[in-house]
């Protein structure tokens, strides 16, 4: 049973242009939400977190949109960049169990 | 930012033999950390949720018996995986939070065991 989801194990984009990837949860108890960029062999980098309590949190070039009727969130990158290539997880949370729960990532290409 | 440093990277050994992965939380405690193990091409699974001063809770399908895990200071979280098999090659994880700063969680970056 997935309890995250990421629906689109890849994504291309232009240089310059806007990534969107997209993450939608099942478990009401989730409260907290993460996303991470992570490369081959090496472990999860955080990028940008947002509380259930927010609908939106903006970091940079980072966004991070929460739709809790929907248990949809969505991780906005603007301008994309080549560097920004990598596999980007969404976690999810139950902040009184303290553990993530991962969805299954998707491949974010930026093409120059 | 906090740094979670995580010994070896990378093991390759024979079948039948215990592997040994250390995870240190370098400037700061921490009172739990977390083991996880990714597949290839499959998302980070909790493996077991490792609690200073005490045991460690398993998640379900998880043998503890053939994964034990120490955590026996604020700073130090072990897994030993023992009489590895074929199957049991993977990428492990560690993570830890940093009890001061909210719920972000700190990743180790990582060990690949390739049991032969």
């Known amino acids: 049973d997935q309890q995250v989801k990421q629906n689109s194990p890849s994504l291309s984009v232009q240089e310059g242009r806007i990534s969107i990837l997209n993450c939608d949860y099942t478990?009401?108890?989730?409260?907290?939400f993460l996303w991470y960029k992570k490369y081959p062999a090496e472990g999860p980098t955080f990028l940008i977190s947002?509380?259930?309590?927010?609908d939106k949190n903006e970091d940079g070039r980072f966004t991070v949109f929460l739709n809790k009727s929907a248990k949809h969130l969505s991780l906005h990158i603007v301008p994309s960049q080549p560097g920004d290539s990598a596999v980007y997880f969404c976690?999810?949370?139950?902040?009184?169990?303290?553990?993530?729960?991962f969805g299954s990532g998707t491949r974010l290409q930026v093409q120059p | 930012g906090a740094v979670v440093s995580q010994h070896p990277s990378w093991v390759i050994c024979k079948s039948g033999t215990s592997v040994k992965i250390e995870c240190r939380s370098l400037?700061?405690?921490?009172?739990?950390m977390f083991w996880y193990r990714q597949f290839p091409k499959q998302s980070l699974m909790l493996m077991a949720t490792?609690?200073?001063?005490?045991?460690?809770?398993?998640e379900q399908g998880v043998e503890k018996d053939k994964f034990l895990i120490n955590h026996a200071s604020l700073t130090l979280s072990t897994l030993t995986v023992t009489s590895a098999h074929p199957e049991d090659s993977s990428f492990y994880i560690c993570?830890?939070?940093?009890?001061?700063?909210?719920?972000?969680?700190?990743f180790g970056s990582g060990t690949q065991l390739s049991v032969l």
């Open positions: 400037d700061f405690q921490a009172t739990t």
């Open positions: 947002i509380s259930s309590i927010k």
């Open positions: 478990n009401s108890m989730f409260d907290y």
């Open positions: 993570s830890a939070i940093e009890d001061t700063r909210g719920e972000k969680l700190f």
């Open positions: 490792s609690n200073e001063g005490s045991k460690a809770t398993y």
């Open positions: 976690a999810a949370m139950d902040t009184g169990r303290r553990a993530l729960t």
